[in-house]
């Protein structure tokens, strides 16, 4: 049978098949050296002497290291509109960081009960205008559009501590509780296990129990590749005057003219340049 892996501890699998049905299984010796298993995973069942024995891991759509799940669908980044406050350079760095994984983002904005400037509402709205699917929620009022859009799909969530992502999940499902915080306490600050990895069902979908994207780094990412990972400029890519161009200081770049033309944000432009200054920095130190 194919079934999903939905946890690991140790050795030990848990798997969900397509009927709903939960089973424990392990994984034979081949599969566990050809490419440990992570949660998400579809893989190959089959029962042997009344146990379930994992046989092949299925191809995969894609692969995050943090957290270890792969066939993602999507990225929930969270973020409130204030305590902790609006980052714009926070949002457009993970959801570069997002599509580069091969994962769809999607903003969540919480706390939209309480008050907020003037800024922050024109912020929310170029998000809005922009390409990347944006849902506003506030206390007591939950989007339906957010449930569904769980429904179906392998989903992680990110963003800033506080911003309200456990609040999030346990209105969605109430009989769920975020274990990150308790398995944090349990441990220690500042230290991490990686030998628990589980999805937890919520409002018909999977989501990892585990944030993701907690680190910002770009060491893997080039420059001449960064602007696919912009949601706003992927309409306007490969239509610049030159091939290499990198939408900084070139003549005849679309995405330059698409700024001045109000269609992209200046702030998400800027944001961009100061993820490219980044890299290309750390590339001459590398020279």
Sequence with gaps: MIARITKIVSKNYRVL??????????????????????????????????????????????????????????????????????????????????????????????????????????????????????????????????????????????????????TLLNQLEPSFHLATQEISKALGRGKHTTRHNELHEVAGGLVADTPGFSSLDFSHIQASELAEYVPDFVPYLHDCRFNDCVHQNEPGCKIKEAVEAGKISKERYENYLGVLQIIQERREKYI
């Design 17 to 166: 098949t397509s009927d709903k049905k939960y089973y424990d299984a392990i994984a034979m010796g081949k599969v566990r050296r050809q490419d440990a298993p992570v949660a998400g995973d579809l893989v190959e069942c089959e029962e042997i002497d009344g146990r379930y024995v994992i046989q092949k891991i299925m191809p995969r759509t894609n692969r995050l290291i943090r957290p270890a799940v792969a066939n993602v669908d999507q990225a929930l980044i969270v973020m409130s509109v204030k305590d902790p406050d609006f980052s714009t350079a926070l949002i457009d760095r993970l959801s570069m960081l997002i599509m580069h994984a091969g994962v769809e983002p999607v903003l969540i904005i919480t706390k939209c009960d309480l008050g907020f400037s003037q800024e922050v509402e024109e912020q929310i709205q170029a998000y809005e205008k922009g390409a990347m699917k944006v849902i506003r929620t506030a206390k007591g009022s939950l989007d339906p559009s957010i449930a569904g859009l769980l429904t179906d799909k392998i989903s992680v969530l990110t963003g800033q501590s506080g911003a309200g992502k456990s």
